[in-house]
């Protein structure tokens, strides 16, 4: 297909995909890294569990931190603990993350509308039986691709713009819920790059103790992406699952 990317966003796109790829290998084996989540555990509105009480009777390698999140139905705070492992046995039994090579195809530039206020959009969740959780997606992200046009909504991630999306891959040769691509913005800049051979596994591709959301309707491209990362992949037949 025509190239979506200036010649100068490609290259400099491939010149930093080495470095992308063992960083996030790296970050994914850490202490707390996806594959050391454990366990998240949601507590009740009069408990007040201490993390040196969650730690009590584990071992030396586990950590605890805490989380918080909106009650699905009521809107309510909910707080919660979760224990990180960094002996866990995904992280014993973790090999690497496939991923396609890279693919200058699948590097678009893009535009970025900004849209003034706290737009909310929901969102699924893996772990919600299809209930929706709301979203600030501050702006849409359009271009053309193979004569459709796409308008993209990435989330507010704590100031970085995250961007979850389904393809024709899903299921086959890539994680089945779809995959995660941050988006680098510039404030105030109307111009956005995708460069989706960044586009990495979510969460919950390492451990069944995250809740991650999946792609909406408008984040579902036609069409293979084959670019970014495929499948985690175990030894000795391991599964998270």
């Known amino acids: 297909m025509p190239a979506l990317a200036s010649a100068r966003t490609i290259d400099s796109a491939h010149a930093g995909w080495d470095a992308w790829r063992a960083s996030r290998l790296t970050s994914l084996v850490a202490p707390a890294g996806n594959l050391a989540l454990v366990e998240t555990r949601w507590q009740a ?32 705070l909910e707080r919660g603990i979760r224990l990180w492992d960094a002996n866990a046995p995904s992280i014993q039994y973790f090999d690497t993350v496939e991923a396609f090579p890279f693919n200058p195809d699948w590097v678009i530039e893009a535009t970025f509308t900004e849209v003034p206020g706290a737009r909310r959009i929901p969102f699924e969740h893996v772990r919600d039986n299809g209930g929706t959780r709301e979203l600030v997606v501050p ?23 995250l961007l979850v999306f389904g393809d024709k891959t899903n299921g086959v040769s890539t994680y089945a819920a779809g995959r995660f691509l941050i988006v680098p913005r510039v404030p105030g800049s109307d111009q956005v790059v995708l460069d989706f051979n960044r586009a990495f596994v979510p969460p919950c591709g390492f451990s069944a103790h995250y809740n991650c959301p999946l792609p909406p309707p408008q984040n579902r491209f036609h069409v293979a992406v084959d670019a970014g990362e495929r499948l985690p992949a175990f030894l000795d037949g391991y599964a998270i699952h």
């Not at 702006?139 to 704590?158: M, N, Q, R």
């Open 139 to 161: 702006g849409d992200i359009t271009f053309t691709l193979h004569d459709v046009d796409y308008s993209l909504s990435a989330f507010d991630d704590d100031g970085t713009l």
């Open 45 to 76: 509105s009069d408990q007040d569990e201490s993390l040196e009480d969650a730690l009590s009777g584990r071992p030396s390698s586990v950590t605890a931190t805490r989380l918080e999140r909106r009650n699905i139905d009521t809107g309510e």
